[in-house]
Nanobody, 121 residues
């Protein structure tokens, strides 16, 4: 299984970005999926997660109301729509997958390479 994250870039505060994570090797519905981020000099932190069916989602408090995680089964992809971006959202964003777990504290087995999001003030 391989995960390919994309969609990062430079955006002004208040702007939006949509991150994509393409899953190859198996169907995306086989995995609980998560997005994490790591800012310079900081530990990696949880952003959002979605269950296998997509019926359940979970968000870190700092992004709740501004981010939406979803699945696109036709493209075998998980999306993270980020709105009202803030400079503190600047980080490398990683997608993760696991066949048996999902959520904030899950031990995800597969990780993508990361995509950089930079929010200017």
């Amino acid at each position: 299984v391989q995960l390919q994250a994309s969609g990062g870039g430079l955006v002004q505060a208040g702007g939006s970005l949509r991150l994509s994570c393409v899953v190859s090797g198996r169907t995306v519905s086989s995995y609980g999926m998560g997005w994490f981020r790591q800012a310079p000099g900081k530990e990696r932190e949880f952003v959002a997660a979605i269950s296998w069916s997509g019926a359940n989602t979970l968000y870190e408090d700092s992004v709740k109301g501004r981010c939406t995680i979803s699945r696109d089964a036709a493209k075998n992809t998980v999306l993270l729509q980020m709105n009202s971006l803030k400079p503190e959202d600047t980080a490398v964003y990683y997608c993760a997958a696991d066949a048996n777990h999902w959520g904030k504290r899950a031990q995800y087995e597969y990780w993508g390479q990361g995509t950089l999001v930079t929010v200017s003030s």
